[in-house]
């Protein structure tokens, strides 16, 4: 008989060894310093109203959990009321709550394109769409970034080798790590053309881009070819994601979606938060323009640091080298700023950054503060 290793995880040890000599093994660390890091981009997360209401149901008899999956004993009132809110305010025929955008980006790509199907999917697709991906049955295709000839160039090699299958177009509106936008109205031309779906992810323009906070695909909302997914765990300032649109596309993914049927429900709490995050983008359309005006200083202050140009939250200073990427986020940090470096796998070889990420939790002060320490350090 063969005899086992004496060590068991000398393997998962091996592993992280060779992320040690590159420079790639990630670590926790506690939060510190002014908030140049997180998605909380309309300060909802540490407010007071969304903690208000949280009491508030609390003191209604909210439950604090659900108990079991939607499909037995977990499906709540709260659940259900979220969800006709939810397509009223997006503008879909229906919406689905999930737990979080990855198991929601799980659920319509392992559930929705069925076997001869093909998914083109934008090369900087989130890596939750492509694990749905490789849990589906479709076939898949990677095209160039924001490059709508490359997606039809995709489309057309799949209906030149004669397939009939249904194409769906995977993208992101605002793109996590580089802060620009898909070309939707384009890309929804080309869904029409192939007789396709188009699929957006609108998880960081919500509540900051678009009509009232509705993101940038708002206006596609509606749509037979459309779903759209949102997270209520960044500008929404709770947890959660809705998948938006045709009241089929939901019966579809209450049937199929694994992450829906086979796990338990967000929690009835969590959904009537985040029915008051949307109440917030209603009410209060201040923060939305206080937001952007700050993103408007950073623009102005960073760029001519070497940050990309953009008109989003999101400023990517881009570095190259990971070991000095790494750095220079670790000497902000020391200085108060909590800025964080990104590395490859996340963004491809060779552009290593900074994500710098502009908030209502700091200030334009701040912002300045920011950009004399990075002119210090280079």
Not at 56 to 74: E, F, I, Q, V, W
Not at 80 to 86: G, H, P, V
Not at 255 to 282: D, M
Request: with cysteine.
């Amino acid at each position: 008989m063969i005899r086992p290793a004496s060590d068991p995880l000398s393997g998962l040890r091996d592993d992280l060894g060779r992320l040690d000599a590159i420079g790639r093994r990630r670590h926790l660390r506690p939060t510190a310093g002014l908030d140049f890091s997180s998605n909380d981009y309309l300060a909802l997360a540490t407010g007071p109203r969304l903690r208000e209401a949280a009491l508030a149901a609390l003191r209604d008899g909210a439950p604090t959990g659900s108990g079991g999956s939607r499909l037995l004993r977990g499906n709540h009132a709260a659940h259900e009321a979220l969800e006709t809110e939810a397509a009223a305010f997006f503008g879909s025929e229906a919406a689905l709550y999930l737990s979080s955008g990855y198991a929601a980006n799980i659920a319509v790509f392992a559930a929705l394109p069925k076997p001869g199907d093909l998914i083109v999917h934008d090369a900087l697709v989130h890596a939750s769409a492509h694990d749905g991906m490789r849990l589906g049955r479709a076939g898949r295709v990677s095209a160039r970034h924001n490059d709508v000839q490359a997606f039809a160039d995709c489309v057309a090699a799949y209906r030149q080798a004669g397939n009939l299958g249904t194409v769906w177009i995977a993208v992101e509106s605002l793109y996590s790590m580089d802060g620009d936008r898909a070309p939707l109205d384009d890309l929804m031309l080309l869904a029409d053309s192939a007789g396709g779906v188009l699929v957006v992810d609108e998880a960081h323009a919500t509540g900051v881009h678009g009509c009232g906070g509705r993101g940038l695909a708002h206006h596609l909302d509606g749509r037979a070819n459309v779903v759209t997914l949102r997270t209520f765990g960044k500008a929404l300032g709770c947890e959660g994601a809705i998948i938006c649109g045709p009241q089929i596309v939901k019966d579809a993914l209450v049937n199929r979606a694994r992450p829906f049927i086979f796990s338990t429900a967000p929690s009835p709490l969590s959904a009537q938060i985040a029915g008051e995050s949307l109440k917030i983008l209603v009410e209060e359309p201040h923060r939305r323009a206080d937001l952007h005006r700050l993103i408007a200083h950073a623009s102005e202050r960073l760029v001519p640091l070497g940050a990309k140009s953009s008109d989003s939250q999101i400023i990517p200073l881009i570095i190259g080298d990971d070991e000095a990427a790494m750095r220079t986020a670790e000497q902000l940090q020391e200085a108060g700023f909590d800025v964080r470096g990104i590395r490859p796998p996340t963004v491809p070889d060779g552009e290593a950054r900074l994500r710098i990420s502009i908030t209502l939790n700091i200030t334009a002060a701040d912002i300045d503060s920011l950009a004399g320490t990075l002119e210090q350090i280079a």
